[in-house]
C-alpha cells in the first residue's frame, strides 16, 4: 500500500476515535514505557502524520481531521513529558479518563510554580505570615527562628509538603550550628 495512503487512512482512523484514545496510545507508546521514551516518540510520530506534509492536495475536511489529530498528539507530548503531569495523567487515566482534565494540568503548573518559588508555597493567609518570616529568617541565616515561624506556618497547614522541607533543613541547620565547636 501507498505510504502516503497508509497514513491518510491513519489520521481518519484516528479521527474517528480521538475521543476515545488516550495519549500513550496517540503517542504509539505502552504505558509503562520510561519517560525518555516520550520525546522520541512524540517526534516520531509528528513527522509521520504532520498536518502540512499530509494536506498537500486534500480535501479541506481532511485537513481539518489532520489538524484536530496533530493538535490531540501536541497534548499527548506536554501531558506524557513531564513526570508530575504523566503522573496525574495516569491516575485519572486509571479512573477512566482519557485526556487529563484541565483543572489537574492547572493543579500541576501550581505546584511547579510553588517549587520554582517557595515564596508562594502557603495556601491561607496566616500561615503565609509565618511562613514568609520564617522563609525570611532562613534567607537570613538565623534558623532556630526560621524554625519557629515555620513551625507555626505548619500548625495552620500541617500537609504542606513545603513548609516540611524547610523546616526540616532549618532544624538540621539548629543542629549543625549546636555541633560546631565554639571558637
Known sequence: M?????????????HEVLSEIDCYALLGLPADAPQDAVEGAFR?????LHPDRLSVGASPEFKIQANAVFRAIGEAHRTLRDPETRAAYDAER?????RLAEESRR???AEAQVRADPSR???????DAFWR?????????????AVMQIGFAIQLEPDNAVFQD???????AVAERKAAPKA
Not at 2 to 14: F, G, K, Q, S
Not at 94 to 98: E, F, I, L, R, Y
Request: glycine letters at 6%; proline letters at 4%.
Open 133 to 145: 518570616r520564617g522563609l525570611q529568617a532562613f534567607h537570613a541565616g538565623d534558623a532556630a527562628s
Open 121 to 127: 508555597a502557603a495556601k491561607t493567609p496566616r500561615a
Open 94 to 98: 486509571k479512573a477512566g479518563a482519557v
Open 166 to 172: 524547610y523546616l526540616a533543613r532549618a532544624r538540621q
Open 2 to 14: 501507498d505510504p502516503r495512503l497508509r497514513e491518510r487512512i491513519e489520521v481518519e482512523t484516528l
Open 107 to 109: 493543579a500541576v503548573a
Open 44 to 48: 516520531a510520530v509528528s513527522r509521520r
